[in-house]
């Protein structure tokens, strides 16, 4: 599948403001492993292949496992391989990427709450929202693997 146009040059604003979150994320309290089981896991859910190609290579870079990203996936079914904290954040990560199904359910936030603060939180919700971001934008234009 071939790049159907480059939407950072058609539209660098809107590019350089998904910079913004970006660099407004990286003050946050997650860890790079973290952040990389949030993107890595809402693009698996969104099917892109960009995405989930960079962001494998970015969390091996950070010292992530082969072994927890190939169950990332079913990661329900493999809970020690992944922290209480873990397991939370990535509970938000699809809810908050299948946010048509529930949304982000009150079972979950309550989950969070007891791990934590309102800023934590809102961190990991808008970690989430940038990957979802970058998925639906890559897939849109056909983002060409490894570019």
């Known amino acids: 599948m071939s790049a159907r146009f480059n939407w950072t040059t058609l539209h660098p604003a809107a590019y350089k403001a998904g910079i913004g979150i970006e660099m407004a994320l990286q003050n946050s309290f997650l860890d790079p492993i973290q952040k990389e089981l949030i993107k890595i896991r809402s693009s698996q859910i969104n099917g892109c292949a960009f995405c989930l190609d960079m962001h494998t290579k ?30 939370v954040i990535l509970m938000i990560t699809e809810e908050i990427t299948l946010i048509n199904q529930k949304g982000l359910t009150e079972e979950t936030y309550e989950k969070a709450k007891k791990l934590f603060d309102e800023t934590q939180i809102s961190q990991i919700i808008m970690a989430a929202v940038a ?3 970058w998925n639906r934008i890559a897939k849109a234009s056909h983002m060409e693997i490894g570019k």
């Open 58 to 87: 970015d969390a091996l870079k950070h010292g992530e496992t082969p072994q927890r990203i190939f169950i990332l996936n079913a990661w329900r079914d493999a809970k020690e391989f992944f922290t209480e904290e873990e397991q």
């Open 131 to 133: 990957i979802n971001m």
